[in-house]
C-alpha cells in the first residue's frame, strides 16, 4: 500500500524518524531553491556569504527584504494549511475535509472584502490607522468569527457533533459568499480588482514586519497538533472508542478547531483564498508513509510547506516579471495531480 | 539555515546605505533609470523627451508603440517587486491607483524613490500632471512647453464642443460578463471625458463601475454606445457589440453607433486629450458639428 | 472496590431508558447482562463504563465519581469492547491493537505488548492486514484484541479494574465465541470484574458467575445463571414460549416454535 511499507526498516519510531527527517531535509532544500530564483536574477551563494559579513549590497537587500520574507512567509502558509487539513480530516473523520469546511476562507472573504469595499465609508479612522493590516485583520476577526460560529451550533450537550459543524458550515459559507456577492456589486471597478487578486491568492509580503506575529499565530498551533497524533489516531476509532482509551475527546476537538481556526485564519488574512494545499497534501503524505497521525500531521506541516514555497517559485517566475496569483498555480498543477490520484487509487495502481 | 543568522541591524545599516546612495544617484538627471507605471505616465515621459531615461514601465502603457517594447513589471494594480527592482532603477514614477499596497510598502522598504503622481480628469490636471512628472524627470522647459501646448489644443477643442447644440447620452461598454453589463456611472474618468466631448452619461445614479440589467440598458436608451477597443475586439468587432443579445433591440445598436476607441487614448488623461476630446465629439455629434481642426500629436 | 449504581436512571435523545437501577458489580466474576431487544443492556454497559452520565441517582467507580476520574485514568482501569469501530483509513490491524495500549508505555515496549496481544487473540496472522478490508466478524477480533492490548497495559494497577464486552460473539465463528469468552472468563479469575452482554442466553448460562436480567430498563431479576435462567421468568420477560433443559451443570434455552409445546 503505502511506499515507505515497502522500507525494511518498519519498526515504529524510526519510520517516523526516516519520513519527517526526509521531509524536514526536502524543506529546507526548497526553500534554498526558492531563495535562489526569482524576478532579480542573484548569485545566491554570493548573497548569502555577503549578509552574513555584514557586506550588504543591492541584492542582499532584495533577497533579505523581499524574496527571504517572501519564503518565509510561503513554508509559514504552507505549514499552516497542511497541518490543518490533516487534523481536520481525522475530527470529519473523512479524507475529503480542508479548512474551508468551518468556514474560515469564505469568513475571511467576508472580512477582506468588507474592508476592501466599505472600510473606507465605515471605519476611515481604522483604516488608515491599520494600513495595510487593515484587510488582513478583517479578513481574521471574519474567520474567527465564522469559525466560532460554527463550532458554537456545533456544541450540543458539551459534545462537539461533527455532523452539525459541517452543515452549520455549509450555511455560514452560504452566507459568507452572498456577503461576498453583494460586496462585489457595491465595489468599484478598483476595489473589484483587488478583491480579485485577494481572492485569487498570494504570497507577497512587505518586509518582516507582520512575520514574528503570523509565524507565532501559526507555528504554536500547528506544533499542538503535531504533538498530537496519538489522540488523533484514536478519535477516529469513533468518539466513545477514544473516550474509552483515554482520549479527552471534546478538548481534543475544540483544540483541532481553534488551532485550525488560528493558523489558518492568520494564513488566509495574509495571503488571500488558498486551497487545495490543505486537502492535498495530506493525502500525498499518507500514501507516502501510511495513515498514522503520529507521521501525517507533522508530515503535512511540512509538506505543505514544501508544496506552498515551490508552488510560489512557479507564480513567480512562470510569467516574470508578473507575479500570477498562486492560487492559479495550485489550481492549474493540484487539480489534475488531485484528479490523477483519485483515478490512480481507483485502478488500484496506488 | 542561513534564516536565523540574519541580523536585522545588518540589513539595516544596508537599507541606509542604500538610501544614501539613492539621491546621488538621482541628482544626475542623466543618470537615472525610471521605471514608469500607467500608461499616462510612461507616454507624457515620451512626449518630454526623457524616454531613453525608460527602463520599464507596466502592462498598460501602451503608447507610442516603442514604449510597448520596454520591459514589463506587470499590470499597474499588480506590481511584482522583483520584476521592478530587477531593472535597477533610481526611481518609479507611479499614477495613482498602482499597486498593490504590499509591493509598493516592499519597494519604499528597499528603499528605492516613489513618486506618486494624481488622476487627472480635466485638462487643467492634465497640465498639472505634466509638470510634475517634467519636474520629476528634469525636463522643466519641455514639460512647460508641452503643458501650454495642450491647454491651448484642449481651449480650442472645447470651444469647438462647447458650440454644439446636441448632448446626446451615452452607455459605456466595460464589458460584459456572464450576460451583465458593466457599465460606468459618476465620478469615473469615463464621466469626465464623456463630459468634455459634450456627451452625457446616459447611467448618472451611481458611482463608479456597476453591472446593469438589459432591461435598465433599454430603458435607458442611449443615443450611443462607447467602449474601448481591446474590448470591442475581444467580442468580436464593433458590429459583433452591436448584435449583443443586451444591446441588439438598442436604438444606437440598429443605427451603428457604436463607438471604438483606444483605452489609453480615452480613459488615460495623458497629454493626447484634447485629441481624444475631439475624436470622440466628432463621433457622438457628427463630424460637420465638430470641425477637425487640431494636428495630432505624436511622441518620437 | 466496587461499581455501584444507587437508583440510577438514564435517558437518551429524551426517552428514560434506565428506571431506578442498583446493582454492584464485583471484581473477579463474570456477569452477564441478558434481555429482550431495548431492554437497555448496552444503555446500562455505557453507564457502567462512564460514558453517559445518569440523569438521576449516582454511579460510583472504585469508590468515586465518574466525573472526579480524568479520562486517561478511566483507561487504565476500564476497557471497553463495544460492537463495531469506524475506520475510513488504511490503518493495519496492529496499528489498530497498539491504539489500545495505554500512553505509559515506553515507545520500546508496545510492539511486544501489540504481539502478546495479538497472540493471546489468534490474530497474529491478521497483524499486517488493512481493517477497511475485513469482514465484520474480523474487525470484531480486532476490537477484542485492541481490549486485551489495554488490559496488557494496565496489568501493573492494583486497584479493581473492569472490562466491559457489548455483544462480543455477534458476528463470530464458534470457534472465535469460544476464544474469546473463555479468554474473558481467564481475566475475570485473574481479578477483574467482567461484564458482558450477550444475546445468547446459552452463551450467557455457560460462562457467567452472575445473571442480570433486564426487562424494560429496569432489573428484573439478579442471580445465579440456575436462578435466572428459567421457563417462567423467561417466557414472562421476553413474552416468548421458551424451554429449558438442564445437563448437569450447563443450561440450554430454546425457544418453542410451532404451535402447543
Known amino acids: 500500500m503505502s511506499i515507505a511499507e515497502a522500507l525494511p526498516a518498519r519498526v515504529g519510531i524510526s519510520k517516523r524518524s526516516l ?17 535562489s530564483f526569482g524576478a532579480y536574477p542573484v548569485n545566491i551563494v554570493r548573497v548569502l556569504h555577503s549578509l552574513l559579513t555584514d557586506d550588504v549590497d543591492r541584492a542582499g537587500l532584495v533577497i533579505a527584504q523581499v524574496r527571504l520574507p517572501r519564503v518565509v512567509f510561503g513554508l509559514l502558509v504552507g505549514a499552516a494549511l497542511g497541518g490543518s487539513g490533516a487534523a481536520l480530516q481525522v475530527m470529519f473523520r473523512n479524507p475529503l475535509a480542508d479548512p474551508s469546511l468551518i468556514g474560515i476562507s469564505s469568513g475571511a472573504a467576508l472580512g477582506a472584502v468588507s474592508a476592501i469595499v466599505v472600510g473606507g465609508t465605515l471605519a476611515p479612522g481604522f483604516m488608515a490607522w491599520a494600513s495595510y493590516y487593515a484587510i488582513p485583520a478583517m479578513a481574521f476577526a471574519g474567520a474567527a468569527g465564522a469559525t466560532l460560529l460554527i463550532v458554537a451550533i456545533g456544541q450540543a450537550n458539551g459534545r462537539v457533533d461533527v455532523a452539525m459543524m459541517l452543515l452549520a458550515g455549509i450555511a455560514i459559507n452560504a452566507i459568507a459568499q452572498s456577503g461576498v456577492g453583494a460586496m462585489m456589486f457595491l465595489a468599484d471597478d478598483q476595489q473589484l480588482r483587488t478583491l480579485t487578486f485577494w481572492t485569487l491568492g498570494s504570497l507577497a509580503i512587505a518586509g518582516w514586519d507582520a512575520l514574528p506575529a503570523i509565524a507565532v499565530a501559526i507555528l504554536v498551533p500547528v506544533g499542538l497538533l503535531a504533538v498530537n497524533g496519538r489522540s488523533l489516531n484514536r478519535l477516529l476509532l469513533g468518539d466513545i472508542e477514544a473516550a474509552h482509551l483515554g482520549v479527552d475527546v471534546r478538548r481534543l476537538k475544540r483544540l483541532v478547531v481553534l488551532s485550525v481556526a488560528l493558523s489558518v485564519g492568520t494564513a488566509v488574512s495574509f495571503a488571500g483564498a488558498i486551497g487545495f494545499v490543505g486537502l492535498v497534501v495530506p493525502h500525498l503524505v499518507r500514501l507516502l508513509a501510511g495513515p498514522d497521525n503520529r507521521i501525517v500531521v507533522p508530515g503535512s506541516i511540512l509538506g505543505g510547506a514544501i508544496v506552498m514555497v515551490m508552488a510560489d517559485l512557479v507564480a513567480r517566475t512562470a510569467a516574470m516579471p508578473e507575479d500570477i496569483p498562486i492560487g492559479l498555480v495550485l489550481g492549474a498543477i493540484g487539480g489534475p495531480f488531485f484528479l490523477w490520484l483519485l483515478v490512480a487509487r481507483k485502478w488500484r495502481v496506488l | 539555515m542561513p534564516i536565523t543568522r540574519l541580523r536585522r541591524r545588518q540589513v539595516l545599516a544596508g537599507m541606509a546605505a542604500t538610501a544614501v546612495m539613492m539621491p546621488r544617484l538621482a541628482t544626475g538627471a542623466g543618470n537615472q533609470r525610471i521605471v514608469s507605471v500607467g500608461g499616462s505616465v510612461t507616454e507624457t515621459i515620451y512626449f518630454l523627451g526623457r524616454d531613453r531615461l525608460l527602463v520599464g514601465s507596466d502592462s498598460t502603457s501602451s503608447y507610442p508603440e516603442a514604449a510597448k517594447k520596454l520591459p514589463k513589471v506587470g499590470y499597474m494594480r499588480n506590481l511584482s517587486v522583483e520584476g521592478v527592482l530587477s531593472l535597477e532603477p533610481t526611481m518609479i514614477v507611479l499614477e495613482e491607483g498602482a499597486g498593490p499596497p504590499v509591493a509598493l510598502d516592499s519597494l519604499s522598504s528597499v528603499g528605492v524613490r516613489m513618486e506618486t503622481v494624481a488622476e487627472a480628469r480635466s485638462v487643467a490636471d492634465v497640465v498639472a500632471k505634466i509638470k510634475r512628472i517634467a519636474r520629476l524627470v528634469g525636463a522643466e522647459s519641455e514639460g512647460d512647453a508641452l503643458a501650454q501646448t495642450v491647454a491651448d489644443r484642449g481651449e480650442a477643442v472645447g470651444k469647438a464642443v462647447a458650440a454644439v447644440q446636441s448632448r446626446p447620452t451615452v452607455l459605456f461598454l466595460l464589458d460584459v460578463k456572464d450576460g451583465a453589463l458593466m457599465t460606468a456611472g459618476r465620478n469615473t474618468s469615463v464621466e469626465a471625458i464623456v463630459a468634455l466631448a459634450g456627451g452625457r452619461l446616459v447611467f448618472d445614479e451611481f458611482e463608479g463601475f456597476k453591472p446593469v440589467t438589459a432591461e435598465a440598458v433599454q430603458h435607458a436608451d442611449p443615443d450611443v454606445i462607447l467602449l474601448m477597443q481591446h474590448v470591442g475586439h475581444r467580442l468580436g468587432g464593433e458590429d459583433a457589440v452591436a448584435q449583443l443579445p443586451a444591446l441588439a433591440h438598442l436604438r444606437a445598436a440598429q443605427e451603428g453607433r457604436v463607438v471604438a476607441m483606444d483605452g489609453l487614448l480615452l480613459l488615460g488623461f495623458g497629454p493626447r486629450t484634447p485629441d481624444a476630446v475631439q475624436v470622440l465629439a466628432r463621433r457622438l455629434h457628427g463630424e460637420e458639428a465638430v470641425p477637425d481642426i487640431l494636428e495630432p500629436l505624436r511622441a518620437e | 472496590m466496587t461499581i455501584s449504581l444507587n437508583q440510577v436512571c438514564v435517558s437518551l435523545a429524551g426517552r428514560q431508558v434506565l428506571h431506578g437501577m442498583d446493582l454492584t458489580i464485583l471484581p473477579g466474576q463474570v456477569t452477564a447482562l441478558v434481555g429482550p431487544n431495548g431492554a437497555g443492556k448496552s444503555t446500562l454497559l455505557g453507564a457502567l463504563a462512564g460514558d453517559v452520565p445518569p440523569n438521576r441517582g449516582q454511579i460510583f467507580f472504585n ?138 442466553l446459552n452463551l450467557a448460562s455457560a460462562i457467567a458467575d452472575r445473571v442480570l436480567l433486564l426487562g424494560d430498563g429496569r432489573l428484573v431479576i439478579d442471580g445465579r445463571p440456575a436462578d435466572v435462567v428459567r421457563e417462567d421468568i423467561l417466557e414472562r420477560t421476553f413474552a416468548a414460549p421458551v424451554s429449558v433443559f438442564e445437563n448437569g451443570s450447563a443450561r440450554h434455552v430454546a425457544v418453542r416454535l410451532g404451535n402447543g409445546g
Request: glycine share 6%.
Open chain 1, 19 to 35: 519520513v519527517l527527517g526526509t521531509l524536514f531535509a526536502v524543506m529546507v532544500l526548497a526553500g534554498l531553491v526558492a531563495l
Open chain 3, 63 to 200: 469508590g468515586r465519581e465518574f466525573n472526579t476520574i480524568a479520562p486517561k485514568e478511566r483507561a487504565l482501569m476500564r476497557t471497553v469492547m463495544r460492537q463495531s469501530f469506524d475506520m475510513s483509513f488504511a490503518f493495519l490491524v496492529r496499528d489498530v491493537v497498539e491504539m489500545g495500549v495505554l500512553d505509559h508505555v515506553a515507545e520500546r515496549h508496545k510492539p511486544a505488548l501489540v504481539d502478546r496481544a495479538l497472540r493471546e487473540t489468534d490474530m497474529t496472522a491478521f497483524g499486517d492486514r488493512q481493517v477497511t478490508r475485513l469482514s465484520g466478524g474480523e474487525r470484531q477480533r480486532v476490537s477484542f484484541a485492541r481490549a486485551v492490548a489495554q488490559i496488557r497495559s494496565s496489568d501493573h494497577m492494583d486497584c479493581a479494574r473492569y472490562l466491559f464486552l457489548d455483544e462480543p460473539t455477534a458476528s463470530l465463528d464458534m470457534a472465535y465465541q469460544a476464544l474469546i469468552l473463555n479468554q474473558a472468563r481467564a481475566f475475570a479469575d485473574q481479578g477483574l470484574g467482567v461484564v458482558v452482554v450477550l444475546h445468547d
